[in-house]
């Protein structure tokens, strides 16, 4: 399911043969919807629930180990993380349990070298 | 490939190259990294303050408050407000092209070539993400990047497609057109460490027809009024002035001055045997002596009836 802004004159381009539509927003993993991470960043801040956050350690270990055992105060399914009032991506919360969604390769190594710690924590 | 000083590659210019001395002197420097803000992920100020407590230094770059010289930082591309789409790295001429097409939100626009999709994230940042943008690529490899970076900066305004940009259909028209085309690249040439330039290509005859056909398709796609901007990354007049010129005598298609505070010059009345329509000194060349980024032309044209 893709996200793309609302234009009459997607009529008048109907006919291009095209290779993809604005940003994806919803992926059926199963059957659940699964929000993904570019969509939550551009659209999270107007969540008020399931929202988790993460000081830096904490985040920086799930994307690392791509699982963190905790318990948060939250429902299970899919949340948002978020670190230092920042929406970072989707994650899955199963109780004592938050399982990294975020796209492979949105962090490097090096990202965290970049960060202080009293910045993100 | 094969390495040459920038006094010798570029000695053909020489005449044309404003204080040719110091532009050569100049490409002994390294690019800046010049970062721009994204305002359809976080606020400049925000993604500033971040940065400046990450010890990373930022220098205000243009005159729209979203570029800034990174000045003790090589890799973008590793920060966390990289990836979350708070910034993107892109070179400020880069910018300029997109500013000099002045999208409104709402509007239909072309981007003709657009990966990477450094100015397509930028136009859809100018459009508030309203109003379409036809981003078009003929390289499936270079439409991975393009998407990654758009999503990357949650542009959602985009439709991507993959024709020949000479081939495609002139069935639908646009306010505006972006055709920033394929070029010899030599406004991208810096010294590398043994003292000379590295590059492999020169502008041929092949560029020069591509880039023609490219700015004829890339007009005729644009609505009664609308405005193209033409860029390349390249000194030759050969790519600039005459494809605008070819233009120009082809085309109901008028120069129009581009209205930004910076240092640049102006195209060229002349070059070799080749006289050029007196308004086409309205079109840019900016070279890095003047602003420290990649050498680069641009023509704003507007489409008459």
Known sequence: MWLLTRDDRLADVAFLQVESVGLPLLRWVGTHLKPTSVALQLLGAHANKNIVNLPSDQLRALVEKKEIESDFASTPGYVIVASNSVIIGCALYLPGRLICQFPRHMFSSQTWDYLLHEVYS | ?305
């Open chain 2, 1 to 305: 490939m094969s390495n040459l000083t920038p006094e010798v590659y570029f000695a053909p210019f020489s005449q044309i190259i404003p204080d040719f001395a110091a532009f050569c002197s100049k490409l002994a420097d390294p690019l800046p990294v010049h970062l721009r803000m994204n305002t359809l992920k976080a606020p400049v100020r925000e993604t500033c303050f971040r940065l400046e407590q990450q010890n990373i230094l930022l220098m205000k770059e243009d005159p729209f408050n979203l570029v800034y010289r990174a000045e003790n930082m090589s890799q973008p591309g590793h920060l966390l407000e990289f990836s979350l789409g708070h910034l993107h790295s892109q070179a400020l001429s880069s910018v300029l092209a997109a500013f000099a097409l002045g999208p409104e939100p709402g509007e239909a626009v072309l981007d003709l070539c657009a990966a990477p999709g450094s100015k397509t994230s930028l136009l859809a940042q100018l459009m508030q993400n309203k109003g379409i943008i036809v981003a078009n690529d003929r390289n499936p490899d270079r439409l991975i990047p393009l998407r990654a970076n758009l999503k990357r900066l949650g542009v959602t305004n985009t439709v991507i497609t993959r024709y020949p940009g000479q081939n495609f259909p002139r069935r639908c028209f646009f306010d505006r057109v972006l055709v920033d085309v394929p070029c010899s690249a030599e406004g991208t040439l810096r010294v590398g460490p043994n003292g000379t330039l590295r590059h492999s290509t020169r502008s041929s005859q092949k560029l020069t027809r591509l880039q023609r056909d490219l700015v004829l398709v890339a007009f005729d796609l644009l609505k009664v009024g609308g405005t193209l901007v033409y860029s390349t990354c390249t000194y030759s007049p050969g790519e600039n002035e005459s494809v605008v010129q070819f233009l120009l005598k082809t085309r109901p298609a008028k120069i129009q001055p581009i209205r930004m505070e910076l240092p640049h010059s102006p195209g060229l009345q002349k070059w070799k045997e080749t006289s050029y329509d007196p308004s086409i000194a309205h079109c840019w060349r900016i070279y890095p002596q003047q602003i420290d980024t990649v050498g680069f032309f641009m023509a704003r044209v507007v489409k008459g009836s």
